[in-house]
């Protein structure tokens, strides 16, 4: 059973990139900041019922759907053709920043693709692990994963390595 | 498993990441030639399209969310321990003062006539502090035993106050007031209190026969209770 010391333990190995991958997926890090406070009172409250081995997968699932739950509440869902629509204006419009045209363009992507590919990307997951993180088959995330990679192409344009 | 419009991109996905096996390989390349529109998607596919984390963004309130409880639980046991020692000191002293103070007999000085006690039973709510205390003395049926009564008696040991209309004894734990005018007597032991509104008249006179009354009119209970301050009270 997690103590206070495992928890503790948890907060500094995790809460970093529990809080980057909810920055990157809300686009706002005040939202994201308390998102990542919400999922580690969640874990304090849920201690009792989380398997020892399956921590950091639980903590993302439970960012992720702390995001889903936020974005609905927020009311904000946009199609995903209106996101594309709209950021791909954006970068034809011009950004000379590299860091900032990935950044919305990330932002531009469905939620779930957007999960997905940072999850592979950020966190190094393999497909199956993304799929239990996001209640998905295999086969979904990597179709997902699929359409994040060639909509970024399209509206960044080719490069190598995007920091 | 069959490649379909749904999931031929997961296809796509593993033959750029080289991990798609021949047969599904055999079967990408049919469905691509069966949908040439699709094969142009497969083209836009980057493999080394790679996100990289930016390390430099960091949760900065680490500290808000990790948990101190246990020092706090000892921060306040001990606190809570000093606050219970102080109380108990405080009513501990408060209690000794009292003993001091009420084992100090009020007067000791035996009733003689039963005859003048005149006043109402409210008063039996004064405490015996308040009672004035009147200089006769109580007797038992032979007068001439009077004087040698006091003192060296087991009754002598006792309180018995008495104002004009109240007679009040106190034998250990056991006050009883005597009240000549309304034909009571009340029993008070640890804080229980009885009434036995039986004749009075005979009550210290005849100690042997009041005891068996009282004994008789008194519930089990209460009798277990004052059973033995009243026999050290009637002299049995």
């Known amino acids: ?163 | 498993m069959k490649i379909t419009i749904d999931n031929y991109e997961a296809f796509l996905l593993d033959d750029a990441e080289g991990t798609l096996s021949q047969q599904d390989k055999v079967g990408l390349d049919a469905f691509l030639e069966a949908n040439p529109s699709l094969a142009q998607r497969a083209e836009l596919y980057d493999p080394s399209l790679v996100l990289i984390a930016d390390n430099d963004v960091v949760y900065e309130d680490k500290n808000k969310l990790l948990r101190q409880k246990p020092k706090v639980i000892y921060y306040f046991w001990k606190m809570t321990a000093a606050a219970a020692v102080f109380v108990g000191l405080i009513v501990g002293g408060y209690f000794l003062i009292s003993d001091n103070k009420t084992s100090q007999p009020l007067a000791v000085t035996p009733k003689t006539q039963h005859q003048n006690i005149k006043t109402q039973p409210q008063s039996i709510q004064t405490p015996p502090q308040t009672i004035q205390p009147k200089p006769q003395i109580k007797t038992t049926k032979q007068p001439t035993a009077q004087p040698t009564l006091p003192i060296e008696e087991p009754i002598e040991q006792n309180i018995v106050i008495h104002s004009d209309n109240l007679v009040v004894y106190e034998v250990d734990n056991l006050i009883v007031y005597e009240v000549e005018a309304t034909n009571l007597v009340v029993y008070e032991v640890d804080n229980l209190i009885t009434y036995d509104t039986s004749a009075i008249t005979t009550f210290i006179e005849d100690r042997k026969a009041d005891w068996h009354r009282i004994k008789n009119n008194l519930s089990n209970q209460l009798m277990a209770r004052v059973a033995e301050p009243m026999k050290k009270l009637f002299n049995i």
């Open chain 1, 1 to 163: 059973m997690m103590n206070e010391n495992d928890y503790n333990r948890l907060v500094m190995q995790h809460s970093d990139g529990i809080f980057r991958f909810l920055a990157r997926i809300c686009g706002d890090r005040a939202k994201a900041k308390d998102l990542t406070q919400d999922v580690f009172l969640k874990l304090w409250e849920c201690r009792m019922n989380i398997d020892d081995n399956k921590t950091r997968a639980w903590l993302f699932k439970t960012a992720h759907n702390a995001f889903i739950d936020n974005e609905r509440h927020n009311k904000i869902m946009i199609k995903d053709n209106d996101y594309l629509d709209l950021q791909c204006q954006k970068v034809q419009n011009g950004y000379s920043d590299l860091k900032e045209v990935l950044s919305n363009a990330l932002s531009a992507l469905p939620e779930m693709q957007k999960s997905a590919i940072l999850l592979r990307d950020y966190e190094g997951y393999s497909y199956d692990e993304i799929g239990k993180i996001l209640s998905l088959s295999a086969q979904q995330v990597k179709v997902y994963i699929f359409r994040a990679r060639t909509s970024l192409k399209q509206m960044i344009g080719k490069i190598e390595n995007v920091i």
